[in-house]
């Protein structure tokens, strides 16, 4: 299976921050990843397809980047509906495998 | 708008079978592909798998000899069943809208998602 490994596991911030998350795969997944988002209590959204493409409605302070193996996902000016746990999904293989997620918590 | 709402029992015992239901409105299951995931305590998320348009599957090896998933069409339903539970399959198991284009590279993603629903496998 592909693993995706997160980094880090959790991030305390403060609103305003830009905060950085990253996501490696353990092969070549070309540009085959997405970013969700889920909050306390509800479904995962999607926030990015592609790697870099923002999803429909998703503000602009979200972008994603990365191909190959090394991806991120950053978050500029960090808002406090933004806590959440962040995960990154690779299709390009099967079984889809997700990372283990990224949670930001207020500092 | 797409809704998707899964149904099924919160507790089963060891041994036995998890049956789910997502049920679909908004959008016809007959078009695109419908996936199961389940998210486990302490966040791991695992895709579980997918039924298409047509009614084909694909299921995650490490489940494969112990899952199923099927739809009904009049109902605009699909389901999930899992045999031989053990605790490791207590989670919260999503249904979600498995939809992709192209733009250069294809694109896959789930954008539509139901609220999930609590399974305890205990005795």
């Known amino acids: 299976n592909t693993v995706m490994t997160q980094s880090p596991t959790s991030m305390f911030i403060s609103v305003g921050d830009r905060v950085t998350m990253n996501c490696k795969a353990s092969q070549n997944v070309g540009t085959n990843v997405d970013w969700y988002q889920q909050k306390t209590g509800q479904s995962p959204k999607l926030l990015i397809y592609g790697a870099s493409n923002r999803y429909t409605g998703v503000p602009d302070r979200f972008t994603g980047s990365g191909s190959g193996t090394d991806f991120t996902l950053t978050i500029s000016n960090m808002q406090a509906e933004d806590l959440a746990v962040y995960y990154c999904?690779?299709?390009?293989?099967?079984?889809?495998?997700f990372g283990s997620g990224t949670k930001l918590e207020i500092k | 708008e797409v809704q998707l709402q899964e149904s099924g029992p919160g507790l089963v015992k060891p041994s036995q079978s998890l049956s789910l239901t997502c049920s679909v409105t908004?959008?016809?299951?007959?078009?695109?592909?419908w996936g199961w995931i389940r998210k486990f305590p302490g966040n791991k998320m695992e895709w579980i798998g997918h039924i298409s348009y047509s009614g084909s599957t694909s299921y995650n090896p490490s489940l494969k000899s112990r899952i199923s998933i099927t739809r009904d069409t009049s109902k605009n339903q699909f389901f999930l069943q899992l045999n031989s539970v053990t605790t490791e399959d207590t989670a919260t198991y999503y249904c979600?809208?498995?939809?992709?284009?192209?733009?250069?590279?294809?694109?896959?993603?789930?954008?539509?998602w139901g609220p999930g629903t609590m399974v305890t496998v205990s005795s």
């Open positions: 999904l690779q299709y390009n293989y099967n079984p889809l495998t």
């Open positions: 908004g959008y016809s299951i007959t078009s695109n592909y």
């Open positions: 979600a809208r498995w939809d992709g284009g192209y733009s250069g590279p294809y694109y896959w993603y789930f954008d539509f």
